[in-house]
């Protein structure tokens, strides 16, 4: 079992920046593959980005290219996502989500998932 524990979300101006975190704990960090996801009201949970656990492979959504930067600090336990240029459509409730083996774009291959931070950008 892993439980994980989202951080750092908040209101922002559009342009701004927020690092949310996610502290994971409950098994070993290595072999873990970490994951963001984030849901606006009446949409379905989309990937943000994610990151293998020796955070040599990262992927991201193409809508968060070049802002977004995912990151691990496995010492810690902690995955984080730093958040820049932030635009009003990236208003959302942010996951984070685990699996246990390879990094994966696709939230059905997560099993395990914190409560969620919500996000929100103003124009």
């Known amino acids: 079992q892993v439980q994980l524990v989202e951080s750092g979300g908040g209101l922002v101006q559009a342009g701004g920046s927020l690092r949310l975190s996610c502290a994971a704990s409950?098994?070993?960090?290595?072999?873990?593959?970490m994951g963001w996801f984030r849901q606006a009201p009446g949409k379905e949970r989309e990937f943000v980005a994610a990151i293998q656990w020796s955070g040599a492979i990262t992927y991201y959504a193409d809508s968060v290219k070049g802002r977004f930067t995912i990151s691990r600090d496995n010492a810690k336990n902690t995955v984080y996502l730093q958040m820049n240029s932030l635009k009003p459509e990236d208003t959302a409730l942010y996951y984070c989500a685990a699996r246990v083996g390879v990094v994966r774009v696709n939230r059905m291959e997560y099993d395990y998932w914190g409560q969620g931070t919500q996000v929100t950008v103003s124009s």
């Open positions: 409950g098994r070993a960090f290595s072999g873990i593959a």
